[in-house]
Each structure stands twice: as C-alpha cells, then as structure tokens.
C-alpha cells in the first residue's frame, strides 16, 4: 500500500507539516521546531524510499483521482525527479536542525510563521519536481513562489521592499510560461508532458512553437537568475534571515534549472532544440555571460553575504552552460553541479548566518582573524570556499571537470577558457576571505572579542555538509554512472 503510493507521500507529509506547524504553533511557539524537524525527517525517508524504489523498479507512476492521462493529473517519478527530491529534502533538514537558534535570535516572534510558509516553499518545489502535468507545474510554481516570497521578507528591514521586487519580477516569469503552457496546450490539445512530446515532431517548424518555447525559456530564466534576468537575487539574498537564505538559495533557483532541463530536453524534441532553433545557443551564451559578470561582481563587494549572492548568480550560470551545451558530459555536468552547488551554498550561508549572530555583522571586514575565535566553524569554511573555487578532491572540482569536457565534446574552447578563467576569479575572492579570517592578530588586525565558537546543533549541519562536500567529490563517479547517466535525455544516454 505504501510502495503504491510512494509518489504521492512526499506531497502528504509536506502538507501536514504546513498544516501542524501553525496549528500547534499557536498554543505553544516552542513547539513549532521539533514539529518541523520530525515532519521534515519524514520528508528525507520518504524522498529517500522513492529515490530507491526509481532504482530500482525503474519509473514510478500516479494518478491523482484515479484518472487516466493525458486528461488526469500524473506524478510521475524517474532518477532525475528522484534525485532533485532528495536534494531539496536533505537540505530542508540540514537548515532546519541549524534553525532552531538561529530563528529564535533573528526572529524571537516569528517562529511559526517562518516555518509555515518554509513547508509551503518546500511543497512547491517538490511538486515541480513530480508533476509530469504542464498546467500542475504552474500551480507548484506559484505555491512555492508565494512561500518564498514570505521567507525573503523576513529578515533585514531592507527585506520586504526586496521581497516585493521578486515578486513582480516572479509574478512576470510565471506569467511567461503559463502563456507558454497556453500557446503549447493549443498547438497539442494536451498538458500532459509525456503526451506533448509524442506529438512534438509533428509541430516542428509551427511559428506558435517557438513563441511558447521562448516564453517558457524567459519565464524559467527569470526564476533561475539566468543572466541578465538576475536582477532580483542580490538583493533578495542579502537581506533575508540568514536560516531564509540558507534555504532558498540552494534550493529555489536550482529547481527552476531542473525545470528548464525537464521540459527541453524530455517535452519539446531534441532536434528542435538543438538543430532547428538556437535555443541552446541563446542560453550557452547568456550562461558564460552570467559567469563572468557574477564572479567579477563578487570580487567587489565589501559585504559577505552579497558576495555570495552574486557567486550564486555565477553559479546558477555554470548550469546554464551545460544545458545550453545539450551534449552528453555537459548535462551530467549541470545535474552534478545542481547537487554540488547546493550543498556548497547552503553550508556557505549557514556560516553567514552563525558569524551574524556572533558579531551582528556581515561586513567581510568583521571576518578577521574569526578563524581563531571560531576554528570548526572557518574550518568548514575553507572546505566549501575551495570546493566552490575547484580544488580537488572537493565536489566542486568534478563538475566543473565534467563541464569541460562536454565543452570540448562540442569544440567549444571559448567556453573551457571562461570555465578555467571563472574559477580563477572565484579564487581571488574566496582567498581574500580566507586570508583574512586566518590573520594573525599580532599583526595587527582586530579581533571580535565576543565571537565563540557556534553551539552544536548549529555547528552539526555546517560540519555534516563541509564533510558532504569531500564524499561527494570522492564518490562523484558512482553518482554520476549510476543515477545522473542513467537519468540523461533517451537521446544521449548511448552518446553524446
């Protein structure tokens, strides 16, 4: 019974844990985190035993009500989905065993909010993730869109005005796909995702066609920060909470990249894409443009937590490159770097948030000699900084290394030299950061006297994902030939 409706259960428990938060919360505020953390516990076993089920009984299936696509609703479940489920429920638990301090200090009145609508976020992403349904995509779309906006608006007094430009500018990307949707549902008479790309070879050449894709592509790009439509994320993640930012940024952009994959290269045809419309080329290059221009933004800000803003911005943009890329080695590499780029940030934007509530700041300039007063903590630090720059064995180095060889697969030598260049700007950067937390305070420098070391259900999370950071670049070959080649596009599992 469970097995059969194993699709389904992520979707339940997250509903209930949106439910049971505020419900309970209400008589007794201290209640609200262990209700989380029990809820979300059972979020990871549940994406967890889906995960295991795709491997290994192959696809999985469900009909919502009992009826039939393409007229019914279908969750439907293969390694790719699985794999981006389980991303978002191990990061979901991480930050919350590291919010418990943290929201309390920040947010001393707004525990129960904050993890009500962090539930109906995590609700949304996760049916964006399953749905094999257009139009039901759209709704998760907006579900967790309205979610995030909430948490982006707690925080720094900056963060509502912040908050409310990402909604325009959200408000604007969903509005650009539903048209897509729209122009896409007329063209077919479906929404169903396996149905629209049975008959996609049939509308090849439609003027409609390339309208509802490049409406889908600048609604998806806005919601992912693909350069130039990265305007809102800076602000954004600068003034949320630090436990917001620790969530929605390892997480929000990534599944609106998994979704640009999704319905490229598994709904519209892959000649479409790659032989009769440039669209892969239009977002090769605005991703090589997003990964120079975040990585130069980044050496110059003064303040840490934009910093790693705009290296977000750089980031999201490797993605870019290897869907924009759309050979073999470059999706592997954009799927492998969703993972590790999400457990870099989120271990990065937890240390922000713990040096905040040990010095009340987030000038990089409150950073030095930080090392000494907190050497677990910075020690985490500089795993994740030399993951993100490229260092190996760290996870980072692998799909960067990945990136380039379907850059040279494609002949593409521009783009391993921006690859190359990018993580030599990251490194100017990360370095100056690591420099300074590490100066010798006889030199000179001042130290924050009232800085210790974080306590342990903070540290726990930073350390859990700093290690992650090294097993999963020691292990990166397994992820890669058993789940992320296994999960390619038909097309290029038998070659690139």
């Known amino acids: 019974m469970i097995e059969a409706n194993l699709p389904i259960l992520p979707i339940v428990v997250l509903l209930l844990g949106a439910l049971m938060v505020p419900t309970f919360g209400m008589r007794n505020r201290a209640a609200a985190h262990p209700i989380s953390l029990g809820m979300l516990g059972l979020f990871v076993i ?5 995960f295991q089920k795709v491997m290994d009984d192959g696809i999985q299936h469900y009909r919502l009500g009992g009826w ?12 790719l989905s699985a794999f981006m489920l389980l991303i978002i429920a191990a990061i979901a638990v ?53 979610g995030g906006y909430a948490l982006m608006a707690v925080g720094h007094r900056k963060a509502p005005v912040s908050a409310f430009r990402y909604l325009i500018l ?31 070879p049939e509308l090849v050449g439609n003027p409609a066609l390339l309208l509802s894709i490049t409406l889908m592509l600048g609604g998806l790009g806005l919601k992912m920060a693909l350069f130039p439509m990265h305007l809102w994320l800076p602000d954004a993640y600068s003034y949320a ?45 605005l991703g090589l443009a997003g990964v120079t221009v975040g990585s130069i933004m980044a050496i110059a800000q003064k303040d840490a937590k934009r910093m790693l803003a705009y290296s977000s911005v750089s980031q999201v943009a490797y993605i870019a490159v290897g869907i924009g890329l759309a050979n073999r080695w470059a999706l592997v590499a954009a799927m492998l770097h969703v993972l590790n780029h999400a457990a870099m940030k989120c271990c990065l934007f937890l240390i922000t948030g713990g040096v905040f509530q040990q010095t009340g700041s987030t000038r990089i300039s409150a950073y030095t000699s930080l090392g000494r007063k907190m050497p677990w903590t910075f020690a985490a630090f500089a795993v994740a900084a030399l993951s993100m720059v490229g260092v190996p064995p760290t996870n980072g180095f692998f799909s960067k290394w990945y990136l380039v060889l379907g850059a040279i697969d494609a002949g593409q030598w521009v783009v391993v030299a921006i690859v190359i260049a990018s ?28 800085a210790r070391e974080l306590p342990l259900s903070q540290l726990a999370p930073i350390l859990v994902l700093a290690m992650a950071l090294l097993v999963l670049g020691l292990f990166n070959s397994w992820i890669v030939n058993n789940v ?5 596009p038909p097309a290029l599992q038998l070659g690139s």
């Open 46 to 50: 549940a994406a967890f035993g889906l």
């Open 68 to 79: 039939e696509p393409p007229v019914g609703i279908e969750f439907v479940v293969d390694l």
């Open 94 to 146: 991480l930050v919350c065993v590291y919010a418990r301090v943290a929201v309390r200090k920040e947010m001393p009145t707004k525990e129960v909010p904050f993890y009500g609508v962090m539930f109906i976020m995590l609700l949304g992403l996760s049916g964006m993730v399953l749905t094999g349904d257009l139009f039901n995509l759209y709704v998760f779309f907006e579900v967790s869109s309205l």
């Open 170 to 200: 959200g408000t604007l990307g969903a509005s650009f796909y539903l048209l897509g949707v729209g122009y896409l549902y007329v063209l077919t008479g479906s929404l169903n995702m396996a149905d629209v790309a049975s008959l996609m």
């Open 241 to 285: 909470s630090s436990t917001a930012t620790a969530i929605i940024a390892p997480v929000m952009t990534k599944v609106s990249a998994y979704v640009l994959l999704r319905i490229l290269f598994f709904v519209y045809d892959q000649n479409l894409v790659h032989d009769i419309l440039p669209i892969d080329g239009v977002i090769l290059w």
């Open 423 to 450: 993580g030599l700007l990251t490194g100017v950067y990360f370095f100056r950061m690591i420099a300074r937390i590490f100066t010798n305070p006889e030199a000179g420098a001042p130290v924050q006297e009232g």
């Open 484 to 488: 992320l080649l296994q999960a390619l």
